[in-house]
């Protein structure tokens, strides 16, 4: 671990990045982190990279921590870096993105001193309804909806929580949502909160191809740890054609367009290989009738999410 610049002010967070040959997007994500309206510590976790990167980061972090290439896992990075922050709360960002408001740290940071665990940006409760200001969402909640909620794209916590739960250093993909199914027991809420939403581009950045592998690894890893309704074919092509696809784990993307089908495809190949596998049968999800789309003041809150009052 080296450590890099140094800031008179008291930080009030640890603002942990994860790097891997970072250098042509690093720069305007630790820019985005000194434009806060709050002190923040900047922790950069490497993984071997071979570009500017590490130039970038020693020039702009307070600190630099190395891990090896070959023993790199998200939560294994993610852990680094919590161990080597200093304050009460950490932020996961991702290299590939920008903090798009100076307050976004300041009202992380507020919820999290209100009794938050965690928080993350999102517009949608689980079932795609409009969120009008911030909610708390219980742990049973979560565990309820395993595809939406915490992502470490850009995300905070508590650091005493982290201590408590490190992230689960064995898992290829969705160590985040993982973490809070364990974190929020017996402890404070995830709160979610439409300022908090932080634009991630990256995952489709990388070609169809890329994408496809993503979500693969991503749904996979979430049905190894919590079994996921059928998608047989049938699912796969009306998912396909409908404005608002009712499995959760497909986005908003046009109906028919390539987006939806690199999606339906990946959902449709983690099915087949369970089956194959002879996975468990799990129940088809329950589309409620205020989702997509519909007037949020028409849908009561759902059981296990509750508003949180704005800082």
């Known amino acids: 671990m080296s450590d890099g610049v140094t800031h008179a002010a008291e930080p009030v967070a640890s603002v942990v ?4 040959d970072s250098a042509a997007t690093l720069e305007a994500t630790l820019t985005s982190v000194r434009a806060q309206d709050v002190p923040a510590e900047v922790v950069v976790v490497d993984s071997g990279s071979t570009d500017a990167t590490l130039g970038l980061a020693d020039a702009l972090a307070d600190r630099v921590v190395h891990v090896p290439r070959g023993e790199f896992t998200y939560g294994g990075a993610l852990n680094a870096g919590a161990a080597a922050a200093t ?20 009202t992380a940071v507020s919820h999290l001193h209100a ?3 965690a928080a993350v940006g999102l ?7 409009p969120l009008d200001g911030p909610v708390a969402a219980s742990h049973e909640y979560v ?10 794209h850009a995300s905070a916590w508590r650091a005493d929580a982290w201590r408590h739960h490190r992230f689960d250093e064995s898992l290829s993909a969705s160590e985040d949502k993982e973490w809070t199914w364990r974190a929020l027991a017996g402890a ?9 939403v932080v ?34 074919l049938r699912e796969a092509v009306l998912d396909w054609v409908r404005p608002t696809p009712h499995d959760p784990y497909l986005s908003s993307a046009s ?9 339906v495809a990946a959902r449709w190949d983690v099915d087949r290989r369970t089956r194959r596998a002879g996975g468990p049968e799990v129940p088809g999800f329950a589309v409620p009738v205020c989702a997509g789309g519909a007037d949020a003041a028409a849908c009561p809150v759902p059981s296990g999410l509750r508003a949180f009052s704005r800082s």
Request: proline share 6%.
């Open 123 to 129: 517009t949608t409760d689980a079932h795609g309804v």
């Open 115 to 117: 009794g938050a665990t």
């Open 199 to 232: 634009v991630g581009v990256h995952r489709r950045s990388g070609g169809a191809a890329s994408y496809y592998r993503r979500l693969v690894k991503e749904v996979g890893a979430t049905h190894h740890l919590r079994p996921l309704p059928g998608f047989g």
């Open 255 to 263: 109906r028919l367009g390539r987006t939806r089908a690199i999606e």
């Open 17 to 20: 990045v994860r790097t891997f």
């Open 143 to 152: 565990l309820a909806h395993p595809w939406w909620g915490f992502s470490n």
């Open 188 to 196: 404070g809420p995830l709160v979610v909160d439409q300022r908090l």
């Open 87 to 106: 304050t009460d709360v950490h932020v996961a960002l991702s290299s590939h993105c920008v903090l798009p408001d100076p307050a976004w740290l300041r």
